[in-house]
């Protein structure tokens, strides 16, 4: 395996993914995305760093992630939890007291390796479909040299690579990794110019 060493953020690794480019993909979530869309189907991947994310509809207000809060990030207040992103480490105390999994930190740095290793699993199927790996996120390019390492692992072992982006990035960015990647899905967000 070429680079170990680059590491970058993911918040998901979703397996036979069929809406991601052709035949049967895995399709890999980065973190971070320079934009904030009010549509974004991906609003986990918005923010670089791992958080902690809060599904208010499985919350039955028991008050365990606010007793176990070392930072004090977390309260329950007029039968609201409310989390002080500020003070908020995401060490995942909280999430592991949390009795109906309302709470949960989204995002983990892992190494290419890591990864790779993931997509290694899926190799029958991108062979008898004709699929691959899709990089998308967030914004894959803002994680570059990450994503530069990735798609050089599998173009190592023949696996078709599409790259699904905003086009907020560096023209160096998208140069950087333009004779890696056999298919740009690349995403429009807004027609007009001056409000995009």
Request: hydrophobic share 35%; proline share 4%; aromatic share 6%.
């Amino acid at each position: 395996m070429g680079n170990t060493i680059t590491k970058g953020v993911i918040f998901d690794i979703k397996r036979y993914a069929i809406d991601d480019g052709p035949g049967i993909r895995s399709t890999i979530f980065f973190k971070g995305c320079p934009l904030r869309c009010l549509w974004c189907h991906n609003p986990e991947g918005q923010v670089m760093a791992p958080e902690l994310m809060y599904r208010r509809n499985r919350c039955i207000k028991c008050g365990e992630c606010a007793a176990s809060c070392l930072q004090e990030a977390i309260a329950l207040q007029a039968n609201r939890i409310s989390i002080s992103r500020r003070r908020c480490n995401s060490c995942g105390e909280c999430f592991q007291k949390c009795p109906t999994g309302a709470l949960a930190v989204v995002g983990k740095e892992v190494s290419v390796e890591e990864v790779v290793k993931e997509i290694d699993k899926d190799a029958v199927f991108y062979d008898e479909s004709e699929g691959g790996v899709t990089f998308s996120g967030g914004e894959p390019l803002l994680q570059s040299d990450f994503l530069n390492a990735l798609l050089d692992e599998c173009n190592e072992r023949g696996i078709h690579t599409a790259v699904d982006t905003c086009g907020c990035a560096s023209p160096e960015a998208v140069e950087k990794i333009s004779d890696k990647v056999d298919l740009f899905l690349y995403d429009i967000k807004l027609m007009d110019d001056k409000a995009h």
